[in-house]
Every structure is written in structure tokens, then in C-alpha cells.
């Protein structure tokens, strides 16, 4: 609900209409106050639903008392969110990371406090997350109060702030309903995990429909980032629901695909008869859920910038717009398919080898997600803001110096990463992995380390070329290097007799091969003769302005994504941890490329 903010505090601040910024706030707070009353309700009865459900009894009833204790942190959760959205149209970041920051501190010392030293147990560490909330609510409020910038900004309450709230409720419900249908598609699965008959083989199909749901989802995460390129070049302007009746063109294909290949897409990832004939009664069902969670995704890159006030677009501005959208969007979404595939080329190489090379590659490729990728995509992901912004005022070699702070950036957060990956064997078993598990694990890891730093470099270069519509060295390149990446995986996995290492290996090579490929045409290239004016010392200046839009990019992505990974983690210390693992982490990993903050970006 406060994600309507995003929107119409954003409208007003462009507007210099400074004061409306505060009454639209007040009007999230009285929505959210107003919400979290049934929302309390729901929560006081979580037990007895968890019941009705058909979950075991002891864990429903366990489930509930945390659910209750949970009821005082739902009403500082909604205000902290109209305030995070309030500060954020506005950049005042600076406030949010400082607050945020210190209440994490505080809430460790808390969760000590409460759960171990006054042994409230889980009451007590469910009781910490409204303590932390309140306690960042309140020093959010008082910088809103008593901060020179947000004098202009915020006046005070008003009775303003309780008027036209239907207006606010048109842009709040819809938004609500795309951040609700995406979240409660994952959670169901887990509810329904502990009601499978077979859970092991129901792991392996979820597993393998979750990786075919990623490549599905390609293409509407292509068109999420089609408007978002378009918009930045743009500010402002209004695009009708094009994207909508795109996605459900593409996506159509999609479902056909998906149905069409059911009785052979199971042996590219095993060869295990029973497997292969239960992913066939299960891919039209995983079409369907494609076609319309995907459609959800596509649309949430361009909900927020439309105008509203134009009401429906007739079918002739809707195939104008098809068509737009269409040039840039397609593109991008066959370079994210093949970037993707490159990853699961290496897995399914990885997968004929046997179970054990299988749940260590994929663990060590979640884990690898979780402390590397997902920061590279966060902090690369600022240069769309960046680039986009220099390219729309035609200050064209800023673009190039802004992908060299990128680089710069990038390259050092790198170095981290690669130490962190060298003991990610270690780690495994100081978190109580399977030791084998984690051995094997650990070793894929450290051969994954060559591959973070040109991807990380490879993110930047995306950006740079995606934001002046440089797509076709981006569809050229990415072909090509997966074209290689495919021999490539045979050659070091079979051939050479590699194996797993092989695979891992692969995957620098491909970035590598992938990233040259692009500097050379940077460097050579006309069409870029004014944007990349090679290499100067203006890119390692200034860097504290990059990182303030690239933190917070990067927490975005990796807060959303670390939930799911996290899951991967924890199946490690179920009962068969091989067999759990490699099915969790394909499922997982599937789940968080999808999720790339494409929403916030645009807004």
C-alpha cells in the first residue's frame, strides 16, 4: 500500500509542490493504521489456520504464539515504509542507510537481550522486530521534524491529510496487489511443502519446474527493464499498458513451449525415468502459473509510470506502443534468457555427473548468489539511474565515466567476495553442512572466483550499452559466448575430464570472452565515438555520489534475494542433504533472478 507513495510523492517533488509531499505521507499512514487492524486479527489466529491447513499440530500451535507476539511490529512496519518511500522520492538516502543501520545493530543486542539473557525464547525474538521497527520509525521522524532539508518538505499534520483518500486507495490497492501476488505465489509453496506425499521426488519436479520458470520469466523481466530504460531517457512521460499486452503475447509462446517439450525437457537435468515422466504431468501446470505470474513481473516495471488519468489506450496506441515496446524489449529480454543459460548449462553439465557433484555445484553457485552476484547486480543496477539520466541530457561522455566508477567499484568489492568464496568450504561445515556436502561445495566455489570480476565488469558494460539502446553488440556478444559456453562445458567437463571445476570454470571464461568482445566495440565502434572516450581520471573521482545510488540498490537486491537463498542453506541440514540441497538450490536460485528490484529502479 505505501508503494503508491513511490508515485505520487515522486509527481509532487518533481512538481516543486514541496508541501503536498507531506500531506500524501499522511495519507499512507492513515491507510496503513487503518489496515493493520484486521491485519492484528488474521495474525491473533494464525495457529488455528496453520490447523485447518492440514499442518502438524505442535508446529501450528508453536507457529501461532510467534504469530501473535508478531502483532505489535505491523503498525511501525506500515508507518516505516511510508516514511522510507516519503525520504526516498527525494533522495534523502543518507538518513535511511544511518537509521537502518544502527536499529540492525540495536535489534541484535535485543534478540540477545530478550531470547537468551530474559529467556522470553521465540516470544521474545519476535517481540524485537516491533522494538526495531519503532525505534527507526522514531528517528526517522524526528530528522523528518527537525532536518533544515525537510523543512519545505514536511509542515506538519494537517486535516488535509485525511481528505481524498480514494485517490490515494486507486493507486495504493493496485500496488498492493502486484507486490501480494508475487510474494504469496513463493510462500505458498513453502506451506504446501510439508503437506507432499513423496517429498524428495516432489523436491527434484519443484526443483526443475522452478529452473524452467526462470527461463520463462526472461522475457517479462526483459520487458520490466524495457520501460525502465525508456523512462530514464524520458522522465516523465506517460506510456500507455503496452507492456501488458506484450507480455502475454511473449508469454504465450512461452506456455506453448512449455507443453510442446514436457516429455523431453526432464532429461536436461537427469536421466532418471521416473523424474522425467512426473516433470511431463507437472510443465502445463508450471505453464500456466508462467503466463500469469509473468505477466505480474512485466507489469510491475511499468505500473508506476503510467497516466492514469488517460484511462485506456485504444487497440491502435496499444500495437503503436506493442511495437516500441517490442524494438527494445525484445532484445533484452534474449540477452537476460542467454545470460541466464549460460548458468544453467554449466548445472546441467554438472548434473550427468552424478548427485553429489550436483547439490555441491548448485550450493556453492546459491551460495555464490548470496555473497557475490546479488551484489554485483545491485551495485551495477545504479548506472541504469546514471547513465540513463546523462544519455536524456545528452551529456554524452558522462556515460563513460560513470561506467569507469562502476568498474572501479566493482573490482574492489571483488576482492572481498574472492576471499569470502575461498573459505566457503569451511563455512558450509562451521553452519553444520554435510561435510562431504561442504568439501565439494567449498571446492567449486574457489573455482567460481575467476568469474566474479568479469562479471561484475560485464554488468557495467550492460548498462552503459543498455541505456542508449545499444542492443545489438549486447544480443551479438551474448550469443555468441554461450554458443562457446556450450562447447566450452563439454570440453573442460567431459573431454578434459574436469568435471564440476570444469563447469565453474566455464563460467569466467564465457564472462571473460564476453566482456572483450564488448570492449572492442567500445573502443572501436562509431556509434560510440562520443559516449566512451576512453579511460581518464575523472572516473575515480566522485566515487561517494556512485556509491550513495549503488548501496542501496545493491541492499535492495540482496535483501530479496538472501531470503530465498537462505532457504538453500537450510536444506542442507534436512535428513538426505545432497538430494535436498541440489533440488533447493536450483528451485531458489531460479526464484531470486527473477527478482531484481526492476519496480524501484523505474521508480
Known amino acids: 500500500m505505501a508503494s503508491a507513495l513511490e508515485r505520487l510523492c515522486g509527481q509532487a517533488y ?92 540495536i535489534h541484535v543486542l535485543l534478540c540477545w537481550a530478550l531470547v537468551s539473557r530474559l529467556g522470553l525464547g521465540n516470544k521474545g525474538a519476535s517481540l524485537c522486530n516491533a522494538i ?61 511443502s510439508g503437506l507432499l506425499p513423496n517429498p524428495k521426488l516432489e523436491t ?24 525502465s530504460t525508456r523512462i530514464s531517457n524520458e522522465p516523465g512521460a506517460g506510456r500507455p499498458k503496452a507492456a501488458k499486452l506484450a507480455a502475454r503475447i ?38 500456466l502459473s508462467n503466463f500469469m505470474d509473468g505477466i505480474q513481473r512485466a507489469l510491475s516495471g511499468s505500473w508506476n509510470l503510467e497516466n492514469r488519468n488517460k484511462g485506456f489506450c485504444d487497440i491502435a496506441e496499444a500495437i503503436e506502443e506493442l511495437m516500441k515496446q517490442l524494438e527494445l524489449a525484445g532484445p533484452l529480454v534474449l540477452v537476460s534468457f542467454l545470460q541466464y543459460f549460460c548458468q544453467m548449462i554449466s548445472i546441467m553439465f554438472v548434473g550427468h555427473l552424478g548427485e553429489l557433484p550436483l547439490s555441491s555445484a548448485t550450493l556453492a553457485t546459491s551460495f555464490a548468489g548470496v555473497t557475490g552476484f546479488s551484489f554485483m547486480l545491485g551495485m551495477g543496477s545504479a548506472l541504469e539511474k546514471l547513465c540513463g539520466q546523462a544519455y536524456g541530457a545528452i551529456q554524452y561522455n558522462m556515460l563513460g565515466i560513470h561506467m569507469q566508477r562502476g568498474m572501479l567499484v566493482l573490482v574492489a568489492i571483488g576482492i572481498p567476495i574472492s576471499i569470502i568464496w575461498a573459505f566457503a568450504g569451511h563455512i558450509f561445515a562451521f553452519y553444520g553442512q554435510d561435510l562431504e556436502l561442504s568439501i565439494h561445495a567449498g571446492l567449486y566455489a574457489r573455482w567460481l572466483i575467476p568469474s566474479i570480476f568479469p562479471y561484475g565488469l560485464l554488468q557495467c558494460q550492460l548498462r552503459f550499452l543498455q541505456t542508449h539502446s545499444r542492443l545489438k553488440p549486447l544480443v551479438i556478444s551474448t550469443g555468441f559466448t554461450s554458443l562457446i559456453h556450450v562447447l566450452l562445458c563439454w570440453v573442460l567437463v567431459f573431454r578434459l575430464g574436469m568435471g564440476s571445476k570444469g563447469a565453474a570454470l566455464c563460467n569466467a571464461i564465457s564472462y571473460s570472452m564476453n566482456v572483450l568482445i564488448l570492449a572492442l566495440y567500445l573502443r572501436f565502434a562509431p556509434s560510440c565515438k562520443e559516449t566512451w572516450i576512453g579511460f581518464s581520471k575523472e572516473g575515480a573521482r566522485n566515487l561517494p555520489s556512485f556509491l550513495s545510488l549503488a548501496i542501496p540498490s545493491a541492499l535492495m537486491v540482496c535483501l530479496e534475494q538472501w531470503s530465498y537463498e537462505f532457504l538453500v542453506l537450510m536444506s542442507g541440514l534436512l535428513p538426505n542433504p545432497k538430494l535436498e540441497t541440489s533440488m533447493m538450490a536450483k528451485a531458489t536460485k531460479a526464484m531470486c533472478r527473477v527478482q531484481v528490484s526492476e519496480t524501484a529502479t523505474v521508480s
Open 14 to 105: 518533481g512538481a516543486t509542490q514541496y508541501h503536498v509531499l507531506g500531506i500524501h505521507m499522511q495519507r499512507g499512514m492513515l491507510v496503513v493504521v487503518a489496515i493493520s487492524i484486521p491485519i492484528s486479527i488474521v495474525w491473533a489466529f494464525a495457529g488455528r489456520m496453520f490447523a485447518i491447513c492440514g499442518q502438524d499440530i505442535e508446529l501450528s500451535i508453536h507457529a501461532g504464539v510467534y504469530a501473535r507476539w508478531l502483532i505489535p511490529s505491523i503498525l511501525p512496519y506500515g508507518l516505516l515504509h511510508c516514511q522510507l518511500k516519503f525520504l526516498q522520492t527525494q533522495s534523502r538516502l543518507k538518513p535511511l542507510l544511518i537509521s537502518t543501520g544502527f536499529t540492525s545493530l
Open 132 to 192: 526495531s521497527y519503532w525505534i527507526n520509525a522514531l528517528i526517522l521522524a524526528l530528522y523528518i521534524r527537525y532536518a533544515s532539508t525537510c523543512e519545505k518538505i514536511w509542515t506538519g499534520f494537517s486535516k488535509e491529510g485525511a481528505r481524498n483518500l480514494p485517490s490515494f486507495l486507486s493507486l495504493a490497492i493496485p500496488s498492493a496487489c502486484m507486490i501480494c501476488l508475487e510474494q504469496w505465489s513463493y510462500e505458498f509453496l513453502v506451506l504446501m
Open 204 to 227: 527434484s519436479m519443484m526443483a526443475i519446474s522452478m529452473s524452467t520458470s526462470s527461463l520463462a520469466f526472461r522475457i517479462p523481466s526483459g520487458f520490466s527493464s524495457a520501460p
Open 250 to 287: 511473449i508469454l504465450l509462446i512461452a506456455v506453448v513451449v512449455a507443453v510442446a517439450a514436457r516429455n523431453v525437457w526432464g532429461y536436461m537435468y537427469t536421466n532418471e525415468e521416473e523424474v522425467v515422466k512426473y516433470l511431463a504431468a507437472i510443465m502445463p501446470v508450471l505453464a
